[in-house]
C-alpha cells in the first residue's frame, strides 16, 4: 500500500487534501517554489507528474495545485480557455500517476481512491467473466479489448501490456453524467460505445485511468467557477494570485494550436438561449414591485459582464469593451426593450432610471455614455442567486443546472461552454 497521504495527488479533493490546505499558509502566501510548481504544472511531461510518497513533496503538489486553480480564478473568468488549460494539465497528470501505480503494483490503492467518487466493482471470474451474477459473452469480452487497442492504436501487443486492455471492472453509468455534460462530443461519443451491464459500463484499466483524470478535470474546472464566484463576493484577490493567473495565462497555445486542441468557446455577441431563468423572466418584463430589481440590479450588471467576460478583479467595463455601440447596442438596447416590457413601462414614470442603466455601468448618470466616461461610477457586479432569493425571489425560478451553481454569469459561461464542447456550436 502506498502512504494514506499519497491519495491526495490522485484526488485533490479528497479530505486528506483539504487537510493539508487548510493547515498550510494561505495560498497567497507560497513560497516562490510552490509558486513556480503551480505554473509548472500545465507544461509538466511525464517525469515531472511522478510524485515520491514524501509527505513534504506530497504537501507542495496539492498546494501547487490549488495555487494553479486560484491564480486562474483570479484573472480569468469560469471555463475561459485557462481553465481549459490546467483542467487538460490536470486530467494528463492524474492518468500518468494511475498508470504508473499500477505499473508499480499499486492498483488496489488506486482502486480505494477511484471508489471514493465512482461505484467502481471489479468482475468476477470463475469459468467466465460475471458482472453481477450476468456472464458476458466471451466474443463480447473481446469486443470490449479490440475496442480499446483500436482507440490506442495498437495492432499488435505483448503480454506485459495486455492486461492493461482486458476488460476488468464496471463503473455505474450514472456516475459518468457529468462527463458527458461537461467534455467535447468526442469524448461523448466515446461514452455512448462503452459496453452496458444492468446500468454498469464495463471497463478495462486503460478506461478506469481516462474516466477517473476526466472526472478530476471536471472537477477542477468546476472549483476555478467556484472561487471566481467567491472572488467576485469579496473583491479583487491578491497580488500573488493575479500573478500566477498571468503567468499560466501567458503559456496558452497559439490560435492555430487552439484550434486543434480544445472547444472554443461561442464569443462575440451575447446568446439569450443560454441565460439563466432568473435573467429570461427579467428579459419578458415584470411588474412594477420587481422591476427596478429586475431592470437596473440583474439586467444591467449580468448582460455587461456576461459581454465583457473580464476577470474578478475588473472595475472599468471599459477596459474590456472598446467601442461605444457594443455597450449601446448590445448591452444597452436589451435592457431598454425589458423595461418596456414591464407592466406599466419602467421608463415610463420612472424616466431617471435610463441613465441610471449607464451609471450601473460604470459612466456616470449620463444617457449618452462616452469611453472616457468609463470608471466615472462602480461598474456593478452581478448579484449572486442567494441575494436574487432574498431581494426578489419572483425573479428565481430554478432548474437543474442552477442547483449546481451559485451565480447568475457562472451559470451562463458554463451553458456556453457546455454547446462550446458538445461540436453543434462555435
Not at 123 to 140: A, N, Q, S
Not at 256 to 261: A, C, F, I, P, V
Not at 314 to 339: L, M
Not at 369 to 379: A, D, L, T, V, Y
Amino acid at each position: 500500500m502506498i502512504a494514506p497521504e499519497y491519495v491526495a495527488t490522485l484526488d485533490p479533493f479528497v479530505d486528506e487534501a483539504k487537510k493539508l490546505v487548510e493547515t498550510s499558509p494561505p495560498l497567497d502566501l507560497m513560497p516562490q517554489e510552490i509558486v513556480d510548481r503551480a505554473i509548472a504544472r500545465v507544461k509538466w511531461s511525464s517525469k515531472d507528474m511522478v510524485i515520491e510518497p514524501d509527505a513534504e513533496a506530497i504537501r507542495a503538489d496539492v498546494l501547487s495545485f490549488y495555487l494553479m486553480c486560484q491564480g486562474v480564478a483570479a484573472v480569468s473568468y469560469p471555463y475561459s480557455r485557462e481553465a481549459r488549460l490546467i483542467s487538460d494539465a490536470t486530467k494528463e497528470t492524474i492518468k500518468y500517476r494511475m498508470y504508473d501505480l499500477f505499473k508499480r503494483g499499486y492498483e488496489d490503492s488506486c482502486l480505494d481512491v477511484v471508489k471514493r467518487s465512482l461505484k467502481l466493482v471489479q468482475l468476477e471470474g470463475g469459468d467466465g467473466v460475471k458482472l453481477g451474477g450476468v456472464e458476458i459473452p466471451r466474443e463480447d469480452f473481446y469486443k470490449i479489448r479490440d475496442r480499446r487497442l483500436a482507440q490506442d492504436g495498437i495492432e499488435t501487443i505483448d503480454d506485459r501490456l495486455l492486461p492493461q486492455y482486458l476488460p476488468k471492472y464496471a463503473v455505474r453509468w450514472t456516475d459518468l453524467a457529468p462527463l458527458l455534460r461537461r467534455q467535447r462530443a468526442e469524448l461523448s461519443v466515446e461514452l455512448t460505445k462503452l459496453y452496458l451491464v444492468n446500468g454498469r459500463a464495463v471497463i478495462t484499466p486503460r478506461d478506469l485511468w481516462d474516466l477517473f483524470s476526466k472526472f478530476i478535470a471536471v472537477r477542477a474546472e468546476e472549483y476555478v467557477a467556484s472561487v471566481y464566484e467567491r472572488f467576485s463576493e469579496i473583491g479583487a484577490p491578491s497580488k500573488r494570485l493575479a500573478e500566477v493567473g498571468e503567468r499560466i495565462s501567458s503559456l496558452l497555445p497559439s490560435e492555430l494550436e487552439l484550434r486543434e486542441r480544445f472547444a472554443r468557446m461561442p464569443g462575440g455577441k451575447l446568446r439569450p438561449e443560454f441565460f439563466p431563468p432568473c435573467v429570461k423572466i427579467a428579459m419578458v418584463g415584470v411588474g412594477s414591485g420587481l422591476r427596478n430589481y429586475a431592470i437596473t440590479v440583474l439586467l444591467t450588471s449580468f448582460l455587461s459582464y456576461a459581454r465583457a467576460s473580464p476577470p474578478p478583479a475588473a472595475t472599468r467595463i471599459g477596459d474590456f469593451i472598446k467601442d461605444i455601440p457594443v455597450i449601446r447596442d448590445e448591452i444597452a438596447a436589451p435592457i431598454f426593450e425589458a423595461a418596456e416590457r414591464c407592466k406599466p413601462p419602467f421608463f415610463k414614470d420612472q424616466p431617471q432610471e435610463k441613465a441610471n442603466i449607464y451609471y450601473h455601468l460604470g459612466f456616470g448618470m449620463t444617457a449618452e455614455p462616452r469611453p472616457e466616461e468609463s470608471g466615472k461610477s462602480k461598474w456593478y457586479r452581478v448579484p449572486n442567486c442567494s441575494k436574487i432569493q432574498m431581494s426578489a425571489p419572483p425573479l428565481c425560478d430554478p432548474d437543474e443546472l442552477c442547483r449546481k451553481i451559485k451565480n447568475p454569469l457562472t451559470y451562463y459561461f458554463r451553458r456556453l461552454s457546455e454547446h462550446a464542447r458538445s461540436g453543434t456550436g462555435g
